[in-house]
């Protein structure tokens, strides 16, 4: 069986003008989370994505994230969902415990609702390191995500219904 018998599934950067995308920014952190949120709105731009497909929603922090996420997610209008925030490392574990249970609560935003939940919670050791993923030295994370929600949108779109 050679790949051009198999049917293949793929999605691109393009949306449909009726695709939808919400963003669920934590207000903690504020000085990152409205860059990475500025990366993820540039990225929806350049890719034909208007401004009334786009849905904000802010939270306290990132613990929040999750629940209205699942919110949107199960409110039908929303093709994909993106939780941004900033995690950064303290002096206690209180770290680990925030930035994990944003991880796992968007995946299982996802997995219950079948609406794909992306994850642009950074989860970051200081503040500089921060700053390279919100538009320094590596990019911004936002942008990024903001990418792979619209390729998720358009890979849904072509799969058979569940």
Same mark, same amino acid.
């Given at each position: 069986?050679?790949?051009?018998? %198999?049917?293949?599934?793929?999605?691109?950067?393009?949306?449909?003008?009726?695709?939808?995308?919400?963003? %669920?920014?934590?207000?903690?952190?504020?000085?990152?989370?409205?860059?990475?949120?500025?990366?993820?709105?540039?990225?929806?731009?350049?890719?034909?994505?208007?401004?009334?497909?786009?849905?904000?929603?802010? %939270?306290? $922090?990132?613990?929040?994230?999750?629940?209205?996420? /699942?919110?949107?997610?199960?409110?039908?209008?929303?093709?994909?969902?993106?939780? %941004?925030?900033?995690?950064?490392?303290?002096?206690?574990?209180?770290?680990?415990?925030?930035?994990?249970?944003?991880? /796992? $609560?968007?995946?299982?935003?996802?997995?219950?609702? $079948?609406?794909?939940?992306?994850?642009?919670?950074?989860?970051t050791d200081n503040l500089e390191q921060a700053i390279e993923r919100a538009g320094s030295k590596q990019?911004?994370?936002?942008?990024?995500?903001?990418?792979?929600?619209?390729?998720m949108a358009n890979l849904m779109e072509q799969l058979p219904p569940a």
């Open positions: 069986m050679s790949r051009t018998e %198999v049917k293949i599934f793929e999605g691109n950067l393009t949306a449909n003008s009726t695709a939808r995308f919400a963003v %669920v920014v934590s207000r903690f952190n504020h000085f990152i989370t409205e860059r990475l949120l500025d990366g993820a709105l540039d990225a929806f731009r350049r890719h034909g994505i208007s401004e009334d497909q786009v849905t904000v929603a802010w %939270v306290p $922090g990132a613990w929040e994230i999750p629940v209205v996420a /699942k919110r949107l997610a199960g409110s039908g209008q929303f093709t994909a969902i993106i939780g %941004v925030g900033a995690v950064i490392r303290g002096s206690t574990d209180h770290y680990e415990h925030v930035a994990g249970e944003a991880a /796992k $609560g968007l995946a299982q935003v996802a997995t219950s609702t $079948g609406v794909p939940a992306l994850n642009a919670v950074l989860a990019g911004n994370k936002g942008f990024e995500v903001a990418c792979a929600a619209i390729e």
